[in-house]
């Protein structure tokens, strides 16, 4: 078996974590950044959110005004002949897309990996204007004594990736917008090499290309250059419909192993693998041929956005690695597997 | 009048220009970049060619190939339920996008601004994976004795910008690719500002936000950082469509002029200007009310891909201001007009 599910499966769903407020509702604690903190485990959930009162017959976008830092809705009726209902997750009004949550990033802590308590509050709250749809997907590099947080912005504006810092998780410097529209599923190495950041990207073309891992370097991780593809989907297997960074890269005596996310043509996700060379990481030295894992407990085929597991961090111990991961776009899940297994994966 | 077409319009047609091998043809010449270079002004033309036996049942893209340094043809039966056949520019097959002619850059140099003498051979030719589809749209900053020169380079890995140098354009240093996909109407700012370059960049969403111009920042050149959105499309106006830079900003006593282009949602193209605060470009001192110019002219409005006027690079004698701009992706036009005039269609 390459994964194996933790028993207490789902970890932690919405229901455990309270809202930002008492008339919104949680429906999603998913995608959770993950990372050793003052010897605990601490995840960085994404908290989806929305207002109790929505009735069946009307969409609903929650959206932050950062003039008043309140959040307003949108509102639509779903007869008007303006709204196109995509999927739980989202609705298009006069050809715009609207998300109808909102997410915030909020903390958990564990002694055992297993167990969560997890913070009343958010800890990263929408601020600015890229974020007025919500703050999404982090992931938590560390590097020194500063960890450095990569989140997706979503907003009217576009869908970019952020960069926020801290030290301690009590204080957070928000650092800009590190790459443009449409970049996403953004993952920092978690060492320099040869001086250099470097950062596993998912840029999303419209025109032409597939929608295929990246790789850019930097001396600073703000300015970022060097672009190149790394991973392309796969026609005809698992990955053929996309591929993305998912964990943080792990430092391995045979390279970076990545451990990232695909879908298929049916958009069903995978956890799949690569490794990617120790001195330069824009060569891959192998990839995947097989899913790590793919949907398949209940948790992960029915939620709010069914068939998707999807990590956003993963912590090691010696061989042994614990993979957090969101189930269904609604809870947050975590199965054991180890660093051999997961090269087993790959060719 | 906001403008003043050369009554010798247009100065370059392909008819003017060699095919970069004998049984080629030449279908565009356009999208210049300009600058002055040794007392000459130096058009960085894009030229568009494609082989000349193709038949009207078929569609042809030549895609250049890293591995061997050679133009190979992909050709596919218009009748082949497989192809979607978009305009003269492109067609999909299998649901991929694919131009019908390659684009590599040429040199032009007049001493009037006006007769262009045309090299006998290509300048910048596709050269790496990325540049397979062709290389286009060049806009061409001086800072120092370095002219740094972005370009969009189209491949099956997306539509990119990357960047050249070169102090005498003859030898040209590839930098990698600057802004991943899909980012193009690249121009750098032609100054650093307290100790930064600045670039005008264009994102293209593709799930959420408009083609807007946004604005990053850099110390290098070559590794960019710190996005945010500059201007956007306003619906039911004549930028409704989209916009994107256009010429490398011109210093002025009140800001950073911009001549950018402005598509409305006819696709009808427009040059607008804004002013951007001399010291912070992200401010936007003053935006266009009314189009700079238009199609208009025969040439403009009918061509390779009509109703298009496209500019990518402006020279600046005082006040006086020559537009050098691609008329209907097919030949180079160019337009006088002042810094005063364009101020005047902002507000």
Redesign the interface.
């Known amino acids: 078996m390459l994964i194996k599910r933790f028993a207490q499966n789902p970890l932690i769903t919405p229901a455990d974590v309270p809202p930002s407020r008492s008339d919104y509702e949680v429906v999603g604690a998913f995608n959770a950044g993950a990372t050793i903190h003052q010897g605990k485990v601490l995840l960085l959930l994404r908290v989806a959110e929305r207002p109790k009162d929505i009735s069946s017959d009307e969409q609903v976008a929650p959206i932050f005004d950062p003039q008043t830092s309140t959040i307003e809705l949108f509102r639509v009726k779903n007869t008007d002949p303006d709204v196109e209902i995509i999927d739980s997750r989202s609705f298009f009004y006069k050809g ?2 609207y998300l109808t949550s909102i997410s915030h990033l909020r903390l958990a802590r564990s002694d055992d990996g297993c167990n969560f308590t997890i913070d009343p509050t958010p800890a990263v709250f929408p601020q600015t204007k ?1 974020e007025t ?1 919500g703050i999404e997907d982090p992931r938590i590099t560390k590097i020194g004594e500063l960890y450095y947080i990569t989140y997706k912005v ?7 990736t952020a960069l926020l810092t801290t030290t301690d998780f009590k204080a957070f410097e928000r ?9 996403i599923d953004v993952a920092i190495l978690p060492e320099k090499i040869n001086g250099k950041f470097y950062a596993l ?1 998912r ?8 929608r ?1 891992i ?1 790789i ?5 991780a ?8 790394l991973i ?1 989907p796969k026609p005809d297997t698992f990955t053929a419909g996309k591929v993305g960074a998912s964990c943080v890269p792990i430092k391995t005596p045979d390279g970076w192993l990545e451990i990232y996310h695909a879908s298929d043509d049916n958009d069903r996700y995978s956890l799949a693998a690569c490794l990617l060379d120790a001195n330069d990481p824009s060569k891959v030295i192998a990839d995947a041929r097989q899913p790590l894992a793919q949907s398949e407990a209940d948790y992960e085929t029915q939620g709010f956005y069914s068939n998707v597991v999807f990590s956003c961090g993963a912590v090691q111990r010696g061989e042994a690695i614990t993979i957090y991961y969101g189930a269904a776009d609604q809870c947050t899940a975590a199965a054991n597997t180890t660093i051999k297994k997961i090269l087993s994966t790959m060719a």
């Open positions: 715009r897309m890229y749809f979503v907003s009217g504006h576009g869908i970019a650092k800009g917008i590190i790459f443009c529209p449409e970049n990207t840029p999303v073309p419209t025109h032409i290309g597939p295929a990246w850019a370097s930097s001396s600073d703000i300015n970022w250059g060097d672009h190149q593809v392309a």
